[in-house]
């Protein structure tokens, strides 16, 4: 006999063992970011390894190096090379993860940086890239490296930046080499550091350069900041032990290359000497050699290495039969580098570990808006094929452009001492630039020395997927080889915020005209990005005379810049969302916090739920299945009763009654706002209960607008999307501000909004996030005819790309011309259910205008199931459809060789739904 009082729940214990769980994963989660920096089982061996200082020379050096073993050798190995300035202790976090994921990992520090003795020659083909080959033997004489045969181990190369370029050289001259990773680097060292980005348009000049490529007969641009950087780094003193290896006034580097740089520095311009030595020390003198499969990752936020770079190494590996994939990613030197960590150990237990290397296709990143954290967050994007390959094929896709606003010829002047100068951002801090605090002192452009071009609103958004290219036209007052200017691509939002995608720009540097104001026509290669311009936002070109990043020259010149094609080439490749990725990190602890307490909230809801299952796995891709939903209040009074009906994806379903029908409860019940005497309600196949987390799925617009009236439209609109907890870029809110057409009332008080206005807002609210369901209750209420109009073809395009609109009204012609099903209710219980046309042929005869009426009506007779054939006295047939298509009615007729001139109902869903609640209504009287 059960005891009274005693509920069959969860006991006390449980509750303990819920609470106890919480706990530790409340500690486990802030405990996250250290275990990640040092994985277990992984034994560690710090050893210093000789090899020669130069071909042919006894002499040596030795490098300093940390060996990660794993719990069980023999096993596959990874030589793990660091960054300029770094040394083995930078990719500590890295070789323990890559050995706790069962590789042998040799860290080593680069000859000239750390302990390791020597001088820095910039991965001297014959000096680093000879030790990496060194290092490679010394891994083949370990027992615990897995070998492919003698002196051979099974083995991949790694690394970033500097270390990328090395692990590139390795792979090209070491045929040992199973697998090659290179993330943020590189492919000519010279055309990097001394870009150039435009070519004659005259002649043969290709649409897009080649590396940043220096055109012939042209200098390049010196980063200057950026190389200043470079050079500071190898330019400290050695530590303890290392003090021979040190030159005065050129710390660690080579003399060879101190003494090119400081040359090149001073005059702003490379000597031919310096461009043929850092190329000879890049992948691009024998990328092509490369076999072994390759992964290049390239950073979105880069101003130092652009995407443009892992283009050139990319081709010359493809162009000699190798197998080269590429992934960008919302990262770089001027963003998060160790996002690439990831996809670095993906590919290198694939290729490693016997699996086939996978199809050359092309991942890229979609950055979104910065966060209050300063965090870019993004969407995962794949495409089939990778651009870069084939920049200048005809073929590659791409979207024009046209920037038609703004003055045709601008004048504009570089001061003297090319200061006050523009700023686009700083070296390693770029990302910053994106934020709306920093971004107004990290970007400008004082005024007279920038051109501006800007296009309309876009019409539709814009993805950019590698480097626009637009010619312009410059006239100059500069002496020879100073015309130099910079060109860059800013998103413009409606509300006038800049962003400049990637934080780069473009340096020029012009070939001289026929003499002194003589224009000169140029074919100028943006900055390459992965980036999507919304719709609304704007375009903006600007030539800048001057830039702090890089080497202006110091004489004032006078420039007129001039478009003459204002149609800018944008390429565009098509792709696909996989996944967005959001910067958790800093949140871990956070976020552990959170779910131990929602572990917490869940014994409630386990309570009330009484062990029902609260998924169903049949109906995780539908939207909505509402079943046997019911509800009565205290007083008796049965708002709904018995109402079941189901939602599919890419419907624009009605759900049409009088007032008074249980429409508005229905969606109350169905959102979660009130509990359902009996029956539920399921969206995507979880059940529905008050905060359930599926609900983040859905918009919702319910019993007019709450809205806050001492805040302005945006406000309330930032405010709503702040409370949900979710990230910034997630709120589509360019979109749906664009959906909402309030244009400056925007940034009013909504205490000063008209009905309509207020309406539009509150839409526009249930819109943010671009929700998979939108449920919206009497949406045009308040609205004009020409909104109703707009808000009709903003719900079917809303449906189209594959989401799922609910609309509530008793406007009938507005639910037939909107919604492609319909539900009908009546006095709390549904009366039909169906698509519109099927409800509106029920409810009489269809009428075809055909050129022969007797012809006609034999040729019907052979269909089955059709119903009573007449003559109208407007010499029309009208025809009882039943349950046949009307097109297979024009079909028959058309081929019995009878025009047919229209074919339309004689009803309308006004009709239908009358005669509908008419005889409803007449049933319950008669019960």
Same mark, same amino acid.
């Given at each position: ?32 970011p ?92 014959d ?6 080959r060194?290092?490679?033997?010394w ?15 099974h ?44 070519v004659p ?22 980063k ?32 060879p ?37 390759t ?16 283009d ?27 996002r ?16 086939p ?40 896709p ?38 709306p605090?920093?971004g ?22 814009? &993805?950019?997927? /590698?480097?626009?290219?637009?010619? *312009? !036209?410059?006239?100059?007052? $500069? #002496? %020879? +080889?100073?015309? =130099? ?13 800049? &962003?400049?995608? /990637?934080?780069?720009?473009s340096? *020029? !540097?012009?070939?001289?005209? $026929? #003499? %002194? +104001?003589?224009? =000169? ?53 098509p ?23 929602a ?5 409630a ?53 009088p ?7 229905t ?8 509990n ?17 987390s ?31 907890g ?27 909004y ?6 539009r ?19 045009t ?60 042929a ?46 297979d ?7 019995a ?5 229209s ?8 009709d ?16």
């Open positions: 006999m059960r005891q009274r009082g005693r509920r069959p729940v969860v006991g006390s214990r449980a509750i303990r063992a819920v609470l106890i769980g919480g706990l530790l994963i409340i500690v486990a989660g802030f405990a996250v250290a275990v990640r920096g040092g994985a277990t089982q992984v034994r560690t061996e710090a050893t210093t390894i000789p090899v020669p200082d130069a071909p042919d020379s006894s002499a040596t050096l030795t490098l300093d190096t940390n060996l990660y073993l794993p719990q069980r050798t023999p096993a596959p190995a990874v030589l793990l090379a660091h960054g300029f300035g770094g040394n083995k202790d930078s990719v500590e976090g890295q070789a323990r993860q890559l050995a706790a994921d069962g590789f042998v990992v040799l860290a080593y520090s680069a000859r000239g940086f750390g302990a390791s003795t020597g001088q820095i020659w910039l991965n001297d083909p000096r680093e890239v000879a030790d990496a060194a290092l490679v033997s891994l083949a004489a370990r027992p615990e490296v897995a070998q492919d045969g003698p002196g051979d181990p083995v991949g190369v790694a690394g970033g930046s500097y270390g990328g370029a090395l692990a590139l050289g390795l792979g090209a001259t070491d045929p040992r080499v199973d697998a090659v990773a290179a993330g943020i680097t590189w492919n000519d060292l010279g055309t990097a550091l001394f870009p150039n980005y435009a348009v005259t002649g043969a000049a290709p649409a897009i350069t080649t590396p940043a490529g220096v055109v012939e007969g042209s200098d390049g641009v010196l200057r900041q950026w190389a200043a950087t470079f050079f500071a780094a190898g330019n400290q003193l050695p530590p303890a032990g290392a003090e021979g290896t040190a030159t005065p006034g050129c710390g660690r580097f080579a003399p290359i101190c003494q090119a740089y400081i040359a090149s520095a001073v005059s702003g311009r490379p000597t031919p000497e310096l461009l043929a030595l850092l190329r000879s020390h890049s992948p691009v003198a024998n990328a092509g050699a490369i076999t072994a499969p992964l290049l990752i390239q950073g979105e936020r880069d101003s130092l290495f652009g995407l443009d770079q892992a050139a190494t990319a081709r010359a590996i493809a162009g000699a039969g190798g197998n080269v994939q590429v992934r960008w990613f919302n990262g770089g030197h001027d963003g998060d580098s160790n690439a960590d990831g996809a670095i150990r993906s590919f290198l237990d694939r290729t490693l570990r016997g699996e290397p996978d199809s050359p296709g092309f991942d890229f990143a979609l950055p979104g808006a910065v966060n209050e954290q300063g965090e870019v967050p993004s969407r995962r994007m794949t495409a089939p094929s990778y651009p870069g390959l084939t920049p200048n094929s005809p073929d590659t791409h979207t024009v452009v046209e920037l038609s606003d703004g003055a045709r010829d601008q004048p504009i002047a570089r001061p003297p001492g090319a200061a006050p100068a523009s700023i686009s951002g700083l070296p390693g801090l770029g990302a910053l630039a994106a934020t605090a920093a107004a002192l990290l970007t400008r452009d004082p005024p007279g020395q920038a051109a501006t071009f800007r296009s309309a609103p876009l019409p539709r958004a814009v &993805t950019v997927t /590698g480097s626009a290219t637009v010619d *312009l !036209r410059v006239t100059s007052t $500069a #002496g %020879p +080889g100073e015309t =130099v200017l910079f060109a860059k691509l800013y998103d413009v939002s409606s509300s006038g915020r800049r &962003t400049l995608p /990637g934080t780069s720009v340096a *020029l !540097r012009l070939p001289d005209g $026929a #003499g %002194p +104001g003589a224009p =000169v026509d140029v074919r100028v290669s943006l900055p390459a990005i992965g980036y999507q311009f919304a719709e609304g936002h704007r375009i903006e070109l600007v030539v800048a005379s001057t830039d702090q990043a890089y080497a202006v020259p110091a004489a004032p010149a006078q420039f007129v810049v001039s478009l003459p094609d204002d149609r800018m080439r944008m390429p565009s490749v792709a696909t969302a996989t996944s967005r990725t959001i910067p958790v990190a800093p949140l871990i602890g956070i976020g552990a916090l959170a779910l131990g307490t572990g917490l909230a869940g014994i809801r386990f309570r009330r739920t009484r062990r029902r299952p609260d998924v169903d796995p049949a109906l995780t891709e539908v939207p909505l299945v509402v079943d046997n939903l019911g509800k009565t209040y205290r007083n008796g009074f049965r708002a709904v009763r018995s109402v079941s009906f189901r939602v599919e994806p890419g419907q624009v379903l009605g759900l049409l009654g007032n008074g029908a249980g429409k508005t409860t969606l109350r019940m169905v959102l979660g706002l009130i359902p005497t009996r029956g539920t309600a399921r969206v995507f196949g979880r059940r529905i209960t008050p905060g359930a599926v609900l983040t799925r859905v918009g919702a617009f319910i019993e007019g607008p709450g809205l806050l009236p001492q805040l302005s439209g945006a406000d309330n609109l930032r405010l709503f999307w702040q409370a949900t979710r990230p910034a870029d997630q709120a589509a809110l360019d979109e749906v501000v664009r959906i909402a057409d309030l244009g400056p009332a925007l940034d009013r008080k909504v205490g000063s008209s009905q309509g206005m207020r309406q807002l509150a839409i526009a609210q249930a819109m943010l996030g671009l929700p998979d369901l939108l449920i919206l209750d009497e949406p209420n308040g609205l004009d005819p020409p909104q109703i109009r707009r808000m009709r073809e903003v719900l079917r395009a809303y449906a189209q790309d594959g989401r799922t609109v609910l609309v509530s009204s008793h406007l009938l012609a507005e639910v037939e011309q909107t919604c492609t099903d319909v539900v009908v209710m009546n006095r709390g219980a549904v009366i039909s259910a169906g698509p519109v046309h099927e409800l509106v029920a409810g009489g005869p269809t009428e075809f205008r055909v050129d022969d009426r007797t012809r006609a009506a034999a040729a019907l007779a052979g269909i089955d199931g059709l119903g009573s054939v007449a003559d109208a006295a407007d010499g029309s047939l009208r025809i009882d459809l039943r349950a046949v298509p009307s097109a009615v024009v079909r028959t007729l058309v081929e060789g009878v025009a047919v001139r074919a339309a109902p004689t009803s309308r869903l006004e239908v739904f009358l005669a509908m609640i008419e005889n409803r209504s007449a049933d319950d009287d008669d019960r």
